[in-house]
Protein backbone atom coordinates (compact mmCIF):
# COMPACT_ATOMS: atom_id res chain seq x y z
CA UNK A 1 0.00 0.00 0.00
CA UNK A 2 2.80 2.71 0.70
CA UNK A 3 4.60 1.95 -2.28
CA UNK A 4 1.31 2.26 -4.49
CA UNK A 5 1.01 5.53 -3.11
CA UNK A 6 4.18 6.37 -4.22
CA UNK A 7 6.03 6.41 -0.45
CA UNK A 8 9.53 5.65 -1.32
CA UNK A 9 13.50 6.77 -0.78
CA UNK A 10 13.30 9.87 0.82
CA UNK A 11 10.06 9.91 2.91
CA UNK A 12 9.67 9.49 6.47
CA UNK A 13 6.80 7.17 7.91
CA UNK A 14 5.37 8.12 11.46
CA UNK A 15 4.65 4.33 13.22
CA UNK A 16 4.48 3.55 16.61
CA UNK A 17 7.55 1.51 18.34
CA UNK A 18 4.98 -0.24 20.34
CA UNK A 19 5.36 -3.34 19.00
CA UNK A 20 4.54 -4.89 15.30
CA UNK A 21 7.78 -4.42 14.17
CA UNK A 22 6.88 -5.77 10.31
CA UNK A 23 4.89 -2.30 10.28
CA UNK A 24 8.74 -1.06 10.67
CA UNK A 25 9.93 -3.18 7.95
CA UNK A 26 7.02 -2.59 5.31
CA UNK A 27 8.36 1.03 5.85
CA UNK A 28 11.86 0.16 5.37
CA UNK A 29 11.39 -2.54 2.39
CA UNK A 30 9.09 0.94 0.40
CA UNK A 31 12.74 2.86 1.04
CA UNK A 32 11.28 4.75 3.03
CA UNK A 33 11.95 5.72 6.62
CA UNK A 34 9.81 4.95 9.58
CA UNK A 35 9.78 7.75 12.31
CA UNK A 36 8.99 6.50 15.97
CA UNK A 37 5.68 8.55 17.64
CA UNK A 38 4.63 7.94 21.49
CA UNK A 39 1.86 6.13 22.09
CA UNK A 40 -1.58 7.03 24.49
CA UNK A 41 -1.16 5.08 27.20
CA UNK A 42 -4.44 3.82 27.91
CA UNK A 43 -5.37 2.86 23.95
CA UNK A 44 -1.26 1.80 23.46
CA UNK A 45 -2.02 3.25 20.13
CA UNK A 46 -0.41 6.23 18.40
CA UNK A 47 -1.17 9.19 19.69
CA UNK A 48 -1.88 12.00 18.06
CA UNK A 49 -0.66 14.63 19.00
CA UNK A 50 2.53 13.01 19.20
CA UNK A 51 2.82 11.89 15.31
CA UNK A 52 1.93 16.07 14.56
CA UNK A 53 4.61 16.52 16.77
CA UNK A 54 7.35 14.75 14.91
CA UNK A 55 5.88 15.67 11.10
CA UNK A 56 8.61 17.24 8.59
CA UNK A 57 8.90 18.40 5.30
CA UNK A 58 9.69 14.65 4.53
CA UNK A 59 6.85 13.18 6.48
CA UNK A 60 4.58 11.33 3.64
CA UNK A 61 2.11 8.46 5.43
CA UNK A 62 1.42 7.46 8.94
CA UNK A 63 0.17 3.96 9.97
CA UNK A 64 -1.98 3.52 12.96
CA UNK A 65 -1.93 0.02 14.19
CA UNK A 66 -5.32 -1.13 16.25
CA UNK A 67 -3.86 -2.84 19.66
CA UNK A 68 -5.55 -5.55 21.93
CA UNK A 69 -8.94 -4.83 20.87
CA UNK A 70 -8.83 -1.15 21.03
CA UNK A 71 -9.26 1.04 17.90
CA UNK A 72 -6.34 3.78 17.42
CA UNK A 73 -7.84 7.52 17.32
CA UNK A 74 -8.50 7.40 13.62
CA UNK A 75 -10.48 10.50 13.13
CA UNK A 76 -8.03 12.83 14.96
CA UNK A 77 -5.17 10.96 12.83
CA UNK A 78 -7.46 11.49 9.63
CA UNK A 79 -7.99 14.73 10.43
CA UNK A 80 -4.48 15.70 10.90
CA UNK A 81 -3.54 13.93 7.76
CA UNK A 82 -5.55 16.19 5.92
CA UNK A 83 -3.99 19.20 7.47
CA UNK A 84 -0.58 17.99 6.50
CA UNK A 85 -1.17 15.96 2.87
CA UNK A 86 -0.43 12.81 4.66
CA UNK A 87 -1.24 9.20 3.92
CA UNK A 88 -3.04 7.45 6.86
CA UNK A 89 -3.16 3.69 6.92
CA UNK A 90 -4.74 1.37 9.37
CA UNK A 91 -3.15 -1.84 10.14
CA UNK A 92 -5.74 -3.66 11.54
CA UNK A 93 -6.81 -6.66 13.94
CA UNK A 94 -8.53 -9.91 13.21
CA UNK A 95 -12.47 -10.03 13.15
CA UNK A 96 -14.22 -12.32 15.79
CA UNK A 97 -17.74 -13.03 15.85
CA UNK A 98 -20.13 -11.18 17.99
CA UNK A 99 -20.43 -13.64 20.15
CA UNK A 100 -16.63 -14.69 20.74
CA UNK A 101 -16.66 -11.06 21.71
CA UNK A 102 -19.21 -10.84 23.72
CA UNK A 103 -18.13 -14.08 25.57
CA UNK A 104 -14.33 -11.92 26.04
CA UNK A 105 -16.04 -8.93 27.13
CA UNK A 106 -17.94 -10.83 29.87
CA UNK A 107 -14.59 -12.22 31.05
CA UNK A 108 -12.98 -9.15 30.81
CA UNK A 109 -15.08 -7.71 33.24
CA UNK A 110 -14.96 -9.86 35.68
CA UNK A 111 -11.48 -9.77 36.01
CA UNK A 112 -12.03 -5.71 36.02
CA UNK A 113 -14.16 -6.02 39.25
CA UNK A 114 -11.76 -9.05 41.04
CA UNK A 115 -8.55 -8.25 40.32
CA UNK A 116 -6.57 -5.69 43.07
CA UNK A 117 -2.86 -4.76 42.57
CA UNK A 118 -2.75 -4.30 38.99
CA UNK A 119 -3.80 -1.62 36.97
CA UNK A 120 -7.18 -2.89 34.83
CA UNK A 121 -7.56 -2.08 30.99
CA UNK A 122 -9.28 0.92 30.20
CA UNK A 123 -12.05 -0.45 28.92
CA UNK A 124 -13.21 2.16 26.24
CA UNK A 125 -16.16 2.09 23.40
CA UNK A 126 -15.93 -1.02 21.78
CA UNK A 127 -13.10 -2.96 23.03
CA UNK A 128 -13.05 -6.37 22.02
CA UNK A 129 -10.32 -7.53 24.05
CA UNK A 130 -8.09 -9.32 21.64
CA UNK A 131 -5.85 -8.96 24.70
CA UNK A 132 -6.85 -8.61 28.33
CA UNK A 133 -3.62 -6.57 28.88
CA UNK A 134 -3.41 -4.90 32.52
CA UNK A 135 -0.06 -3.04 34.12
CA UNK A 136 1.53 -4.56 36.96
CA UNK A 137 2.76 -1.22 38.85
CA UNK A 138 6.91 -1.14 40.47
CA UNK A 139 9.82 -0.71 39.24
CA UNK A 140 10.06 -2.05 35.61
CA UNK A 141 10.63 -5.03 34.14
CA UNK A 142 11.78 -7.25 36.80
CA UNK A 143 8.58 -6.76 38.61
CA UNK A 144 6.27 -7.59 35.74
CA UNK A 145 8.54 -10.85 34.53
CA UNK A 146 9.02 -11.96 37.77
CA UNK A 147 5.21 -11.50 38.28
CA UNK A 148 4.35 -13.30 35.62
CA UNK A 149 6.59 -15.94 36.18
CA UNK A 150 4.71 -16.53 39.58
CA UNK A 151 1.37 -16.32 38.03
CA UNK A 152 2.64 -18.87 35.24
CA UNK A 153 3.67 -21.53 38.48
CA UNK A 154 -0.16 -21.09 39.38
CA UNK A 155 -1.32 -22.57 36.13
CA UNK A 156 -2.27 -19.34 34.44
CA UNK A 157 -1.28 -18.88 31.12
CA UNK A 158 -0.30 -15.19 30.77
CA UNK A 159 2.22 -13.58 27.76
CA UNK A 160 4.67 -10.07 27.83
CA UNK A 161 2.79 -8.42 24.35
CA UNK A 162 5.95 -6.25 23.74
CA UNK A 163 9.23 -7.61 25.23
CA UNK A 164 11.42 -4.75 23.29
CA UNK A 165 10.05 -1.87 21.45
CA UNK A 166 10.86 -1.14 18.01
CA UNK A 167 13.13 1.88 18.21
CA UNK A 168 15.60 -0.65 20.68
CA UNK A 169 15.89 -3.48 18.55
CA UNK A 170 19.56 -3.28 16.60
CA UNK A 171 18.04 -2.81 13.03
CA UNK A 172 15.78 0.22 14.01
CA UNK A 173 17.72 1.80 16.96
CA UNK A 174 16.88 5.55 17.29
CA UNK A 175 17.80 8.33 20.01
CA UNK A 176 14.21 9.04 20.77
CA UNK A 177 12.62 9.83 23.86
CA UNK A 178 9.64 7.70 24.65
CA UNK A 179 8.65 7.18 28.19
CA UNK A 180 5.07 6.06 27.38
CA UNK A 181 5.95 3.63 24.88
CA UNK A 182 8.75 2.37 27.45
CA UNK A 183 6.63 1.98 30.25
CA UNK A 184 4.18 0.26 28.63
CA UNK A 185 6.79 -2.69 27.24
CA UNK A 186 8.35 -2.51 31.15
CA UNK A 187 4.86 -3.13 32.52
CA UNK A 188 2.21 -4.66 30.64
CA UNK A 189 1.20 -8.45 30.76
CA UNK A 190 -1.79 -10.15 28.55
CA UNK A 191 -4.04 -12.13 31.17
CA UNK A 192 -6.29 -14.95 29.16
CA UNK A 193 -9.75 -14.05 28.47
CA UNK A 194 -10.59 -16.82 25.44
CA UNK A 195 -14.55 -17.19 25.11
CA UNK A 196 -13.79 -21.08 26.20
CA UNK A 197 -12.21 -19.96 29.63
CA UNK A 198 -15.19 -21.36 32.03
CA UNK A 199 -15.86 -19.57 35.48
CA UNK A 200 -13.59 -21.56 37.19
CA UNK A 201 -10.49 -20.93 35.09
CA UNK A 202 -11.34 -17.00 35.43
CA UNK A 203 -11.50 -17.40 38.88
CA UNK A 204 -7.78 -19.15 38.98
CA UNK A 205 -6.97 -16.30 36.81
CA UNK A 206 -8.12 -13.85 39.54
CA UNK A 207 -6.79 -15.75 42.36
CA UNK A 208 -3.41 -16.55 41.18
CA UNK A 209 -2.94 -12.70 40.39
CA UNK A 210 -4.34 -11.02 43.84
CA UNK A 211 -2.50 -13.57 45.32
CA UNK A 212 0.77 -11.30 44.54
CA UNK A 213 -1.06 -8.28 45.07
CA UNK A 214 0.91 -7.14 48.38
CA UNK A 215 4.02 -7.34 46.77
CA UNK A 216 3.10 -4.69 44.05
CA UNK A 217 2.21 -0.68 44.60
CA UNK A 218 -1.16 0.19 44.65
CA UNK A 219 -2.58 0.68 41.28
CA UNK A 220 -3.36 4.44 40.60
Known amino acids: M ?58 AAVVAVHRFGRHADIARLHALGQRHGLLVLEHGESEAPYDEVARRRERAAYLDTKLRGVRTPDGGDGHTYQQYV ?13 FARAVRAKGVECRVPVKTPVHRLPEFRRCVYLPETERAADETLALPVD ?26
Do not use: H, W
Not at 134 to 146: F, H, L, S
Open 2 to 59: LRAAGVGVGDEVVVSAFGNVEVAEAVTLAGALPVFAEIDPATYCLAPAAVEAVITSRT
Open 134 to 146: VRIPGNGRPDRDA
Open 195 to 220: ASLTKRDMQRVAAACNALGGLLQPAV
